[in-house]
Structure formats: structure tokens, C-alpha cells
DNA sequence: CGAAGTGTATGATTCTCATCGAACACCAGG
DNA sequence: CCTGGTGTTCGATGAGAATCATACACTTCG
């Protein structure tokens, strides 16, 4: 009987990074990229925890999205748990808008003004 | 004996992009290059018209530091104008920053204090 | 005019990064 | 236990970006 917390295994354990240790260029990089906008604003749309890394629609295979998950962890835009066999994920609004104000608001901001 | 208003010549003449016409995505990759951060601090620094291309302290030779600027004015972060034999600078802060309200304060704001 | 200074254009080189395919590890369910 | 689903890791590939060295165009000044 699995426990109500689940995930009683012992596995790779994501590497997550602090937005406060985050240099401004990770950051910046980190969002100058359009898969992982769309990552973020996906992710900004649902509550959180709500999301698997599979669950997202984008034009990549599962290794690019591993990997596109990996840099937005070392941004500190993303903080992932462990959830039976799923990962899900959450959006760091508060604590990345504290470190980078506005940063993300211009991300999740709709596009092309006209 | 020169013109006062200078630049009585027929130039290349400097392709300039307005703001409201650059994506978010291109804003961020141009802020998120080392290089061209410095550029943009040091020119925060100025007075506007007041550096040349090549009065920046930066690590690199013409060449690049003139791509770097061809992408600052591609990403609607500084304009340039002939002036004698110089091509001097101007940061398009309020431009800019009424596009993307709150970037270029996070770029300009003093490295992270620990 | 000739020389020096400033910036751009071109071509080649190097590096980074996004991507994929395949292999592997883990979890859940029959 | 075996199978299907989820995600990571590894190696390789390709595209794009940054850089340099050289050559060129234009300006200014002697």
C-alpha cells in the first residue's frame, strides 16, 4: 500500500537553484528561448503540481524537453517534485518575481501588439 | 571647413529597429550576452551621443564589438548616428522601456550582492 | 595628397546550444 | 513477473552565434 505521500523511492533528485543565486544573464538566457516561453506559460496557466513534464505541448522529443526543464531548474524559474512515476512541476512566481521584478510578467505577457 | 552639424557625408547609415516592433524574445537574447550587458552599462553611465563605438572598455576586437552593436540596435537598445568620422551612441531608455517595462532596470541594476 | 583613426564587411574558425535516437532507470498495473 | 508509461543520460549531429584577421570605406588632420 503506497504511502499518502507517495514516492517512498529513492531516485535522481532534481537539481534545483535558488533564484537568488541565479545570475541576471541565466535568467535572460534562460527565457530568450521559445520552447521554454512556452513552457512558462503553460505552466503560469494551471495550479501547481497540476503539471507532468509530459503533459506540456511542444514540438521537441523527451530528451529536449529533459534537457529544457534542466536549465529552467538553474534558473530558478521552475521547482520540480517527484510524484509516483510523474514529475510535475511548479512555476516560482513569488520568489523568481522577487529576485528579477517584472522579468516574468513580460514573459507571460500576451504577444505582438500589433 | 566642417559643417557645424557635421557629417556632410553619404554613409552606410545605421539600420535602427523601433522598439514596439521587437519581440520578447529577441529583447532577452540580445541582454543576454556578457558583452553587450557592459555595453549597455556603460552607456547607461553617459551622457546621450557622448560614446563612441569604440570608447568601450570591452574585451573584444572591432569586428565583434561592431556586431554587438548591429544586435543592440536590431533589439531596439541603442541608436546610432554618423558623426564625423565617429559613430556615436544613445541608450533608448524610454523607449525601451515602455516596451519592456522593467528590463533594462534589472540589466542596469548594480551585480548581485551575494 | 598622404597618413592615421574609426567603423563595417567578408570569410574562416571555434563554441555553444538545441535536437534527436537509443539505452537505461524507475514506477504503476495487470 | 512482465509490460507499458515517464523521464533522464549519453553520444552524435546540426545550426547559430561569437570571435578574429584581413581588407575596405570614409573622415580628419598634417
New binding site residues.
Partial sequence: M?DQT???????A?VHRDPDQVPVETAL?AL?????IQLIRELAGDADWTR????FDV?????????????LRAAGLVE?R?Q?????NRLRRAEFDARFPGLLALVLRPEHPA
Same sequence: chains 1, 2.
Avoid: E, I, Y
Wanted: aromatic share 2%; glycine share 10%.
Fill in positions: 503506497p507517495a514516492s517512498s523511492g529513492h531516485r535522481a532534481p538566457s530568450a528561448d521559445p520552447v521554454r507532468s513534464c509530459g503533459s514540438p521537441v522529443g523527451k530528451a529536449a524537453l529533459s534537457h529544457h526543464f534542466t536549465v520540480q517527484d509516483g512515476a510523474k514529475r510535475v
